[in-house]
Every structure is written in C-alpha cells, then in structure tokens.
C-alpha cells in the first residue's frame, strides 16, 4: 500500500504541476472529485479495515504483556519491568500513506461541497469588469443562486433563480470550457441586443445612461469616460422590470467596428456592420458584455453563452490585498 499510495500521490502533484506550467489544460472541479473520491476510499479502509487491525495488534500486545506479567507474578517476581505503553502507540499511529489520504479527506470533502454547492472564490485576472470589479479583486460566486449543479457534469437539479439582465455572471468560456470568465448579462433568452455606435439597445429600446465624472485607471494613468447605465431588469423577452444601475467605461476615441470574431454556435443570428454588432439571442442562452466596453472580449467576438456554462453569480469582493477597501457587495 505505501507504493501505490505513494504512486497516486505522484500522479496528482504531477497533474497539478503540469497544469501549473500549461503543459495541460486542468480541471479543478475534476481534479477535486478525484481528489474527493481516492482520499473518501482510504478513509473507509482506515475505519474498517486498517485502524480495526492497528487496534486488535495493540489490544493483542497489551495482552502479551499481561500474561507476561501473570507469569512472572506465579515464579514470586513481584517487581516487573513491562512497559509497553510506547510500542502500542506506535502500533495505533496512522503511517504516513494514510495521513496524507485518510487524514485529509474531512477537509477535502468541506472544500469540494462548499465549492461545488455554495460559494466558490475567484480572482479577477483582467480588467475587463472595470469599474465594477478591478484587477486583484478575490472574489464570492454564489453556486446555487441559479440552481444547484452536479460537480464536473455542471447538470442542473434545482432549477434557482432565472438569469436576469444585469447580473454578474461567472461561467464557462464557451470557446475553451477550462476557463472561467466573467462578465455582465445583458441579454436573456428572445432579446434582440444591438451595441451601435457604442450606445446599448434593447429590444428596440436604448438603455438609458448618464455621464460620470472620468475614471482614473491607475495603470496607464489616464482618464476614461465613465457613465451609469441603467439596464432594466427581466429574465425573459419583452421583460422590462426595475432597471438596474451600474457603472461602465467607454474609449470614445476607440472605433465601433468590431474586429477579429470567431465562428460561433448560432452566428447566423447576428449582423456585424461597421457600427457594431446586433444580435437575436437564441432559447437557453444569454449574451454577456464587460463592463470596460472597449477591452472586454465578450459575446461581441465569441459569441453566446449556453445555459449549461452557467458556474453562478458573483456578488461580493471578500478581499483586494492592494486595496482592502474594496471589500464589501457590488452590483
């Protein structure tokens, strides 16, 4: 058992190092099922099947020694040196193969139920969420808000909450489900959404908006226009709820056109020109855009988001090691 323990201990720092250098692409969901699964068999081994056997050789030992000590008792040899108090410890102490298994999988189980059902962490890689989310932010997504999914198969069992328009969404990158982007719902299921000329239609409607006092981006020290769009709520077409309010940036000396698309699922659907994009969103998906409207790469270039990318909704900045004010909620 130590060499194949120590063999599939191998096998998983491999994988994760590997990932690490992008020699392969990982799966984190994956590789804490695994992880799940291979420490849950060696916690059911140790309880039933290797600590049983750990104590019956210690209680075996202890009663050795007693008879030993019975027997000298009998030839009249009254003062006895029998201590076996340190060999059955030693006997009853987990060896190293099943503390970095058995031992571990508690903790493993927390982490892998906690991730895949209530809250998952995420770090902010871009700044294509600027304003609203900057570079740094560790960030909470909310796992079960638009339904509960299965782990790894990310197959709905609770239908939640519906997406609504203005949500900000985690999920799967369409053109590479690896990796985990995140960006605001603009358009639902039945919406038409057309970005002209920089200006926001849904529906044939133009979203309101208002100018804000310039943004500072503290990397290129420079000003960006920043207004506040005011994105009406509803999870279905033709919905027009409450709007929802929230800031966004926008190069204004940056052309319309959109440059450099990909060939996507359902591209029939939408018209590029050179004022920009206008897309129909078709049943079960949803069409995202940044927020930093000119360095988002968004539903513009790849297309729509499929109900089933859905990772849930991020709602709360739990730290920002360069700026610790920027804890707290955001819309």
Not at 16 to 39: P, Q, R
Not at 46 to 75: C, G, K, N
Not at 310 to 324: E, L, P, Q, R, T
């Amino acid at each position: 058992m130590p060499t194949l323990t120590a063999a599939v201990l191998a096998a998983f720092a491999g994988y994760a190092v590997s990932w690490y250098l992008g020699m392969i692409e990982g799966n984190f969901a994956l590789f804490m099922f695994a992880a799940t699964a291979v420490t849950g068999v060696y916690w059911l081994a140790e309880r039933w099947h290797f600590l049983p056997r750990r104590q019956a050789a210690a209680q075996a030992l202890q009663a050795d020694a007693e008879r030993r000590r019975q027997e000298l008792q009998a030839m009249g040899i009254e003062k006895q040196d029998i201590d076996v108090g340190e060999a059955r410890e030693r006997l009853l102490m987990q060896p190293w193969w099943l503390d970095w298994t058995a031992g571990l999988f508690p903790v493993i189980l927390a982490v892998f139920l906690l991730r895949s059902f209530l809250f998952e962490p995420f770090k902010i890689p871009s700044g294509s969420m600027i304003p609203t989310l900057l570079v740094g932010d560790l960030i909470l997504v909310n796992k079960f808000h638009y339904g509960v999914r299965l782990p790894v198969l990310n197959t709905k069992l609770t239908e939640g909450n519906p997406v609504q328009r203005g949500d900000v969404m985690v999920f799967r990158y369409p053109p590479k489900p690896s990796l985990d982007y995140i960006k605001r719902v603009v358009g639902v299921p039945g919406d038409e959404v057309a970005y002209l000329n920089k200006r926001l239609t849904i529906n044939g409607k133009p979203v309101p908006s208002r100018d804000l006092p310039d943004f500072l981006d503290a990397e290129s020290l420079r000003y960006i226009k920043q207004f506040e769009e005011s994105l009406p709520l509803g999870s279905r077409a033709l919905e027009m709820g409450a709007p929802h309010t929230h800031r966004l940036l926008i190069e204004t000396g940056r052309p319309a056109f959109i440059p450099g698309t990909e060939d996507f699922p359902f591209k029939d659907q939408c018209t590029y020109t050179v004022e920009g994009v206008t897309c129909k969103v078709p049943p079960g998906h949803y069409f995202m855009m940044g927020d930093n409207r000119d360095n988002s790469l968004d539903s513009r270039y790849w297309g729509f988001v499929p109900d089933q990318n859905i990772v849930g909704k991020a709602f709360f900045v739990w730290m920002n090691f360069g700026d610790i004010r920027r804890i707290g909620g955001f819309e």
